[in-house]
């Protein structure tokens, strides 16, 4: 049996997730990272993208607006800003997180509003 690690998404509505996954693909601010078992302990921060689990019940997928992340060698814990099931993320889901930037800097808010395009894109939505 392949090694799991415990895989955990909460945003402040409510938990998403709390299984045992192989390895989870999570958007990093700096890029696309994937944790796996026996990982080296880190904390990252998250840009809008899609996170992605493969567990034993198969493989889930995850909408987040940003966040952190940390991982350890036994565990993955995200702690969303937003984030829904791919399943029930709509056009109006999007249309509210490309309306909130998040801040000031104007070089940091043309990344979120191209990073939430580039999401949109990738959903087809």
């Given at each position: 049996?392949?090694?799991?690690?415990?895989?955990?998404?909460?945003?402040?509505e409510?938990?998403?997730?709390?299984?045992?996954?192989?390895?989870?693909l999570?958007?990093g601010?700096?890029g696309?990272?994937?944790?796996?078992?026996?990982?080296?302990?880190?904390?990252?921060?998250?840009?809008?993208?899609i996170?992605?689990?493969?567990?034993?019940?198969?493989?889930?997928e995850?909408?987040?607006?940003?966040?952190?992340?940390?991982?350890?060698?036994?565990t993955?814990?995200?702690l969303?800003?937003?984030?829904?099931?791919?399943?029930?993320?709509?056009?109006?889901?999007?249309?509210?997180?490309?309306?909130?930037?998040?801040?000031?800097?104007?070089?940091?808010?043309?990344?979120?509003?191209?990073?939430?395009?580039a999401?949109?894109?990738?959903?087809?939505?």
């Amino acid at each position: 049996m392949a090694k799991e690690m415990q895989f955990d998404l909460v945003s402040p509505e409510r938990r998403l997730a709390s299984f045992a996954a192989s390895e989870v693909l999570v958007p990093g601010s700096e890029g696309d990272m994937t944790a796996m078992p026996e990982h080296m302990p880190l904390i990252t921060t998250l840009r809008p993208g899609i996170v992605r689990a493969k567990g034993g019940d198969g493989d889930q997928e995850y909408v987040v607006s940003g966040g952190f992340a940390e991982i350890t060698a036994t565990t993955l814990s995200v702690l969303a800003e937003r984030a829904l099931p791919r399943a029930e993320v709509t056009a109006g889901f999007l249309d509210a997180l490309a309306e909130e930037s998040g801040s000031d800097d104007p070089d940091a808010a043309a990344k979120y509003a191209a990073d939430v395009a580039a999401l949109r894109s990738e959903l087809g939505i």
